[in-house]
C-alpha cells in the first residue's frame, strides 16, 4: 500500500503571546517555536502504523519554505520512506485550494492507495485541504477520523460527530482521509532519531517541476483573500456575586436597580 | 612404615578409563563452547573505553569478589554461607586440576606433599557442604530473605551436595577396601569409611558404580557453568572490576558507531547475576506495588542478549532475522523500563556491583530512539522540554518573572558575583519550593556571599532527560548551558537541587571534553548542604535563633547514594540550637527514595501505596515533628505524601535550607527576601 501523508509546519501558540505584524495579514514569528501541526503528527503516525502492519511505503509531503524540511525529517524519524517538499515562492500567499493544487499535482506523479492529512492545520483552521485534495484527485474522501482498518481496497472508517456519536463509513481506495487527533499514541520523536535520517534526502520540487503556471498556486490561485487580522477587543469581564443566597440576591437586585432594570 | 610412598592410585577400581577421558575431553569442550558464546556476547558491547584505575578496580575484586564484601553486608549468614562454597569448590576444582597433573604429567604427589593435599582438600569438601547445606537451609527451609528460586537455584545445590557426598564416600570406600597403612590425611574420609564398614561390605563393589556417578555428575557441572548462573563465577569477578569505577559517556555519535545495547560492563553485569533478589527488596518502586523489579529486568535482557547475539542468531538463518530485527522495546513487558526511579538502591544492594538502575536507562535510550514505548506524559513533557528548554511552561516568562522578584543579583542583566545560584525548574516554577529558593537565598545574603542567579537565561540542568535515556537531547542541552556559563564566566555553582548538582558534577565535565565544547569553564558545583555545611565550618553563618524540634533528614538519593554527602546534611541540622536529629529506620545508603527520580515526575504511580507515602510514614514512626530533606522533588511528594498519608498535623516537611534560615535570620529579614 502506498499511503501519502500530507504535513505543515506550524508556530506553537498555545501559551505564545500573539502579535500581529504591520501587514495586519500575519503574525510576528520571531519569537514563536515550530513545530508539525498537531493533527498531521497523528496522520504520520497512522500512516507509519499501517504501513508495520500491511506493509507498503509512506511518502510525507509538504508545503512550505526551507524550515519545514525538519517536520518532513520528523516523519522520516518516524517510519516514512520519502519526503517531499514542495517550496517555491510561486506558492506563497496560497489559499487552501491553491495549497490543495500543487498537493495534488505532485501526489498524481506516483501511485498511491492512500492519503493522509491532518483533519485542519492550527494555525489558519481551515479544515480545507483534504476535501479539496480529493475533489481535485477525483477520489472519495472522510473527514474527522479517529479510527482506521484496511480490508482489501476497502477502508473502514470511523468518525466522531457531534453528541457523543460515531459512524463507521467504508471508503473505497484510493480516498483521503483527515485525521483526527486521538486516532492513535504518536510515538516520541528523539534527537537520535532525527540525526539518523539526517542525511536522507529530501527531494524539492517547485511550480514548473509539478507542471503549474504561476497563476494556478500562491496568492494568484486563490479563491480567499484575507482582508484583516487582529485580535478582537476583549469583552467586559463577568462579574460572579459571591456570599450566600441571600446576600447574592440582595446583590443582584441592587444592580438591576442601578441600570433602571426594576422601574 | 614408608611414608614417603604414601600416594593415592588414581582410576583404582576403574575400568574404561579411556571413556572417561572422553567425556572428559567432551565436557571441556562444551564449557569452552558456552563460554566462548558468553564471553563473545560480552564483546558487543565493546566501547573502547579503559578503565583509569587499574589497582583500584583490581582491590575491588579483592574485596567484593575473593572476600565477598558485599555479600556479608546485612546478611552475615549468606556471606558465611557463599564464602564456604567459593572457597571449597576452588580448592577442590584445583585439587583435581594437581591430581591431573601428576597422574598425566609430572607425578608429584608423595609422601608428606600428598598427605597434605588430601587433608586439605578433606577439609574443603567438608567447608563446601557446609556451604551448601545452609544456602539449601535458607532457600527452602528458613526462607531467609524474600527470592524467587527457580528450577536451576535448585539443580545446582543438588548437585554440589551430590557431588560432595558421593566424594567422601568413594574416599571412604577407597579407605575401607585398600586399608592403607597410612589412612592419607582424610578425617572425614576415614570418618565416612568407619561408618561404611559397619553397614556395607563389598566396598569395591559399590565404589566401581558410585565413581561412574560422581564423575558424570561432577561433567555435567562443568558444562553446566556457562549455561546457568554458574557463570557468575567469571562474569561476577570481571564485573566487579569493570564496574569500579561509574560507566564512562558515550555520546550520541559515540553510540552510533556500537554494535550492542549495552556496553561491555553492561554485557557483562548480566552473565554477573546470581538472581539473589537484593535489588529487588531494596527497590522503592517495587516496594510500593509497582512491577518493576531490577532482577527480572536485568534477567529479561541476559535474554534479550543471548537471543540477539548467541549462536542461533549467527548460525541459523531465521533466527539471524528475527535477532537482526529484534529492538530492546519488544523485551521489556509494558511500562516497566520506565518505573525506575534511578534512586541507586539496588547498585548499593548487588553484591557483584551489578547496575540494574544503569541497565534500565540505556534500554530508555534504545526505547527513545525506537520512540514507540516512550509513555504520552513523559513524551509531551520531553517535547515541551525540546522546545521551551523546561519541562512545564512554554515561555520561560512566567519564571523570568518570578526571579526578577527575588531582588537577588541576576547575571542576565549585567550584575557580577563570585558565586551563581542555580535556582533549578523545579525551586522556579513550584509554589513550596520558591519559598526553599528565599531561604537559601536570605542564608547566601546572611554570610555576605556575593552571588547570583542566572535571570531569564536559567533553562533545565537537563538530569531528568538524561536518566529518561533522551542523551540527544541531554547533550544540545548541556551544549546550550555551558554557552551561558561561558558568556557569563561562570565555574563556581550552588544548586538547591541534587538532581542539578549531579549532572553538573558527574555527566557534564566528560561531555565539555567529548562534545569538544568550546570556551566551556571548568565547572564546580556544590549542593547547598555542602555550601552552608562550608559556610558554618568557616563561621560564616552565626545562629541566633533556636529552633526547638525534633528532626529526621531524608536523604536525597542525589546527594546520598549518588554523590556520598552523607555527613553535611547532619553536621548542618547539628549545628542549629535545639535541634534533635532522630534517624529513620532507613537511611544513608539505605535511604528510601521519594519516587521522584528518573523521571518519574512524569509518570503517575500505579503501585498501592506511593513511594512518598510509604516514606511518610517511616518518618513518622521517629515521632519527628520536621522531615527534613534537601531536594525540591522529595519536598513535592513528601509534602504532599504527609498530608494523603494523614500526618499533616504532627509532621511538617522542610527543606533544610528553611531550618538553617529560621535559626540565622532574623524574622524581618526573612520576610523581605
Same mark, same amino acid.
Given at each position: ?263 | ?113 600428598? =598427605?597434605?593435599?588430601?587433608?586439605? !582438600?578433606?577439609?574443603?569438601? *567438608?567447608?563446601?557442604? $557446609? +556451604?551448601?547445606? @545452609?544456602?539449601?537451609? %535458607? ?11 527457580? =528450577?536451576?537455584?535448585?539443580?545446582? !545445590?543438588?548437585?554440589?551436595? *551430590?557431588?560432595?557426598? $558421593? +566424594?567422601?564416600? @568413594?574416599?571412604?570406600? %577407597? ?49 553446566y557453568i556457562p549455561l546457568s548462573k554458574l557463570f557468575h563465577m567469571f562474569a561476577a569477578p570481571a564485573n566487579i572490576y569493570l564496574s569500579a569505577e561509574e ?157 526578577k522578584n527575588l531582588e537577588a543579583k541576576d547575571f542576565s542583566q549585567g550584575d557580577e558575583a563570585e558565586v551563581c545560584y542555580w535556582i533549578s525548574c523545579v ?117 541566633s535563633r533556636r529552633v526547638e524540634k525534633r528532626v529526621t533528614f531524608h536523604d536525597p538519593c542525589y546527594i546520598g547514594r549518588h554523590d556520598g554527602l552523607y ?107
Open positions: 500500500m502506498n499511503i501519502v501523508v500530507c504535513v505543515k509546519r506550524v508556530p506553537d501558540l498555545a501559551e505564545a503571546e500573539i502579535v500581529v505584524d504591520r501587514s495586519e495579514k500575519g503574525i510576528e514569528t520571531e519569537d514563536l517555536v515550530f513545530d508539525i501541526n498537531e493533527w498531521d503528527n497523528y496522520a504520520v503516525e497512522e500512516a507509519v502504523l499501517l504501513k508495520e502492519s500491511i506493509g507498503g511505503t509512506v511518502t510525507a509531503i509538504s508545503l512550505g519554505e526551507e524550515d519545514s524540511e525538519e517536520v518532513l525529517r520528523r516523519g522520516l524519524a518516524v517510519g516514512a520512506d520519502n519526503a517531499i517538499l514542495l517550496n517555491d515562492r510561486a506558492f506563497d500567499g496560497g489559499d487552501a485550494f491553491a495549497t490543495a493544487k500543487a498537493l495534488a499535482a505532485a501526489i498524481e506523479r506516483n501511485p498511491f492507495d492512500l492519503i493522509l492529512t491532518g483533519a485542519q492545520a492550527a494555525d489558519d483552521g481551515y479544515a480545507q485541504v483534504g476535501a479539496t485534495l480529493a475533489e481535485m484527485l477525483g477520489i472519495p474522501h472522510a473527514t474527522l477520523v479517529t479510527g482506521l482498518e484496511i480490508d482489501g481496497n476497502v477502508a473502514r472508517v470511523h468518525r466522531e460527530l457531534e453528541a457523543g456519536l460515531e459512524e463507521i463509513l467504508d471508503v473505497r481506495l484510493p480516498a483521503v482521509l483527515t485525521i483526527q487527533t486521538g486516532i492513535n499514541e504518536p510515538r516520541y520523536v528523539s534527537i537520535a532519531g532525527i540525526r539518523r535520517v539526517a542525511r536522507r534526502e529530501i527531494e524539492v520540487l517547485g511550480a514548473k517541476d509539478l507542471g503549474l503556471s504561476g497563476d494556478e498556486v500562491g496568492a494568484a490561485g486563490s479563491r480567499l483573500e484575507m482582508q484583516r487580522l487582529f485580535v478582537p477587543p476583549a469583552t467586559q469581564k463577568g462579574e460572579i456575586l459571591e456570599g450566600s443566597v441571600d446576600v447574592t440576591t440582595e446583590k443582584l437586585v441592587s444592580i438591576f436597580a442601578s441600570k433602571g432594570w426594576l422601574a | 612404615m614408608d611414608l614417603e610412598h604414601v600416594t593415592r592410585q588414581v582410576f583404582w577400581n576403574v575400568s574404561l578409563v579411556w571413556f572417561f577421558y572422553t567425556l572428559s575431553a567432551l565436557a571441556v569442550l562444551a564449557f569452552a563452547t558456552g563460554a566462548y558464546r558468553n564471553v563473545s556476547i560480552w564483546l558487543k558491547g565493546w566501547t573502547g573505553e579503559r578503565l583509569k584505575n587499574v589497582s583500584q578496580s583490581l582491590s575491588r575484586v579483592l574485596t567484593d569478589g575473593a572476600l565477598n564484601r558485599k555479600i556479608f553486608r546485612g546478611d552475615f549468614a549468606a556471606g558465611i554461607m557463599h564464602l564456604c562454597i567459593m572457597w571449597g569448590f576452588i580448592v577442590l576444582f584445583i585439587g583435581t586440576v594437581l591430581l591431573t597433573i601428576h597422574n598425566d604429567i609430572v607425578p608429584f604427589l608423595f609422601g608428606y606433599t600428598y =598427605l597434605i593435599y588430601s587433608f586439605v !582438600l578433606d577439609i574443603a569438601g *567438608v567447608v563446601m557442604l $557446609t +556451604g551448601v547445606v @545452609l544456602a539449601l537451609v %535458607r532457600r527452602y527451609v528458613v526462607k531467609a530473605r524474600p527470592m524467587h528460586s527457580l =528450577l536451576d537455584d535448585g539443580v545446582i !545445590l543438588a548437585l554440589l551436595v *551430590v557431588i560432595g557426598i $558421593t +566424594g567422601f564416600t @568413594l574416599e571412604g570406600l %577407597r579407605l575401607e577396601a585398600l586399608k592403607p597403612a597410612v589412612d592419607d590425611w582424610s578425617p572425614i574420609g576415614a570418618l565416612f569409611a568407619r561408618f561404611l564398614d559397619s553397614g556395607l561390605g563389598g566396598a569395591k563393589a559399590w565404589h566401581g558404580s558410585l565413581w561412574w556417578l560422581h564423575a558424570a555428575l561432577s561433567l555435567a557441572l562443568v558444562v560507566p564512562a559517556v558515550v555520546t550520541l555519535e559515540e553510540r552510533e558507531k556500537l554494535v550492542g545495547d549495552f556496553n561491555q560492563a553492561q554485557m557483562v553485569s548480566l552473565d554477573a547475576c546470581t538472581k539473589c533478589n537484593r535489588c529487588e527488596n531494596a527497590c522503592p518502586s517495587r516496594a510500593s506495588g509497582e512491577p518493576l523489579s531490577p532482577r527480572g529486568f536485568v534477567l529479561n535482557m541476559k535474554g534479550y542478549a543471548k537471543e540477539k547475539y548467541g549462536f542461533r542468531a549467527r548460525f541459523d538463518a531465521r533466527a539471524k532475522e528475527a535477532a537482526a530485527a529484534s529492538q530492546v522495546g519488544d523485551a521489556i513487558e509494558d511500562d516497566a523500563g520506565w518505573w525506575c526511579t534511578t534512586c541507586r538502591a539496588c547498585v548499593e544492594q548487588c553484591p557483584v556491583s551489578i547496575s540494574p538502575m544503569d541497565v534500565i536507562r540505556e534500554t530508555r535510550v534504545s526505547m527513545m530512539a525506537e520512540g514507540r514505548k516512550v509513555p504520552p506524559t513523559i513524551r509531551d513533557m520531553l517535547r515541551t522540554m525540546s522546545k521551551y528548554n523546561n519541562p512545564w511552561e512554554s515561555g520561560g516568562s512566567k519564571r523570568a518573572a518570578w526571579r525551586a522556579s516554577g513550584d509554589v513550596r519550593n520558591q519559598e526553599v529558593a528565599k531561604a537559601f537565598i536570605s542564608i547566601l545574603r546572611h554570610a555576605g556571599v556575593s552571588f547570583a542567579h542566572l535571570g531569564k537565561e536559567e533553562g533545565c540542568c537537563g538530569e531528568f532527560v538524561k536518566r529518561l535515556g533522551e542523551d540527544g537531547l541531554f547533550e544540545a542541552i548541556v551544549e546550550g548551558n555551558f554557552g551561558v556559563f561561558a558568556d557569563f564566566g561562570i565555574s563556581k555553582m550552588v544548586t538547591t537541587s541534587p538532581h542539578c548538582y549531579h549532572t553538573m558534577k558527574r555527566d557534564y565535565p566528560p561531555l565539555r571534553d567529548k562534545l569538544r565544547i568550546e570556551n566551556a569553564p571548568q565547572l564546580e558545583p556544590k549542593h547547598h548542604t555542602e555550601f552552608i555545611a562550608e559556610l558554618i565550618a568557616g563561621g560564616k553563618l552565626t545562629f555527613e553535611q546534611p547532619r553536621q548542618i541540622l547539628r549545628a542549629i540550637p535545639g535541634v534533635e536529629v532522630v534517624e529513620m529506620e532507613r537511611s544513608r545508603e539505605n535511604s528510601f527514595c521519594c519516587g521522584g527520580g528518573g523521571g518519574r515526575m512524569w509518570l503517575e504511580s500505579t503501585g498501592d501505596e506511593r513511594m512518598a507515602e510509604l516514606r511518610a510514614r517511616e518518618a513518622a514512626k521517629t515521632k519527628a515533628d520536621i522531615l527534613v530533606t534537601a531536594c525540591p522533588f522529595c519536598m513535592s511528594n513528601l509534602h504532599d505524601a504527609v498530608k494523603t498519608a494523614g500526618f499533616a498535623d504532627v509532621m511538617e516537611v522542610k527543606d533544610i535550607a528553611e531550618l538553617v534560615a529560621e535559626a540565622v535570620v532574623s524574622a524581618t529579614a526573612y520576610e523581605e527576601v
